[in-house]
């Protein structure tokens, strides 16, 4: 049994990233579980050794340290395409020609009909059912396709540890882009299956993605992890973090007289744990006082944390 944490290597982790870490560490550690740290670096161009490496540092410095080896998703591609096979096989997966540019504007013509249940920007289904004409026709134009999977409107109840019942529909999401490197909601669940993950601690901005999963999960044989979606960190204007919101990061932080101790303490101060000081161990100290109960199911504004976020010269005059 393990749980795990797992950040895309594309820049460093800021604060709200952190204290979902540090509730996934916890949670893994008071369930008697393993906890692994997973690299999602699928994008080889966007994601960095450099960023690895500060991502760990960081996230070390906050008390959350794997039990295992970490993993990367760019070492495991034979895994994504085996399962990509076999969907294909099975007849669940498809070619789509699509552009993104053409995909929006069907996603918008169509923003005034009911949708149902489905997540947000649902693929509308244009290359589903294309002939084999149809679709020589495509690749004589140069097109490159991805690969969907091939949904029927299904819908999944998920009930979640933190939020709740959550019920989505599923719509035909990537499961390969047109350049062959494997789609997030794919990986994550040949990931999950093969290291033996059966909890899931992320960002609620991820709940909806959930039905997703499942799904594949059931088409592949796999077994479905427990999920806990925690309530995200947001920014002054109330979205998620950006770099608009000031000094969001460690490093940031410290760079304008933070100490590391004090960020740290005021990350697990946020999830419910006592501030830790001096204490030679405070993960060890955390773990022995919190329980899932002690996370609020709201969520934590940037301003809550007390830290210097903001320098005298991002004020407004």
Not at 243 to 270: C, F, H, N, P, Y
């Amino acid at each position: 049994m393990a749980g795990r944490f797992a950040p895309s290597p594309t820049g460093d982790l800021h604060i709200g990233n952190l204290r979902t870490a540090l509730v996934a560490a916890l949670l893994a550690h008071t369930t008697e579980r393993e906890f692994i740290i997973r690299m999602e670096d699928l994008d080889l161009v966007t994601a960095s050794p450099e960023f690895e490496e500060r991502q760990i540092a960081d996230l070390a410095a906050v008390g959350v340290v794997a039990s295992a080896e970490i993993v990367r998703q760019s070492e495991r591609f034979e895994l994504y395409r085996n399962a990509i096979d076999r969907l294909t096989e099975s007849g669940d997966a498809y070619p789509c020609y699509c552009s993104r540019r053409e995909i929006r504007a069907e996603i918008e013509a169509a923003a005034q009909a009911p949708n149902g249940n489905l997540p947000d920007g649902a693929y509308p289904g244009t290359c589903r059912n294309l002939t084999t004409v149809q679709r020589s026709e495509r690749e004589a134009e140069g097109r490159r396709p991805a690969l969907r999977l091939r949904t029927s409107g299904e819908t999944y109840v998920v009930d979640d540890m933190v939020a709740g019942r959550f019920e989505g529909g599923i719509d035909d999401v990537v499961l390969a882009r047109a350049d062959g490197v494997p789609a997030y909601n794919l990986a994550v669940v040949v990931d999950d299956a093969a290291q033996g993950i059966d909890q899931v601690v992320r960002g609620d901005d991820l709940l909806s993605s959930t039905p997703r999963q499942i799904h594949l999960q059931r088409l592949l044989g796999l077994p479905t992890p427990e999920y806990a979606h925690v309530p995200l960190v947001l920014g002054d204007m109330g979205s998620r973090l950006a770099k608009r919101d000031g000094a969001i990061t460690l490093q940031e932080l410290v760079e304008r007289g933070e100490s590391v101790s004090a960020v740290r303490d005021s990350i697990a101060m946020s999830i419910g744990c006592q501030p830790a000081g001096s204490h030679p161990d405070p993960f060890t100290m955390w773990a022995a006082q919190w329980s899932l109960d002690s996370l609020s199911r709201q969520p934590i504004h940037l301003a809550d944390f007390d830290l210097a976020v903001s320098s005298d010269d991002d004020r407004p005059s």
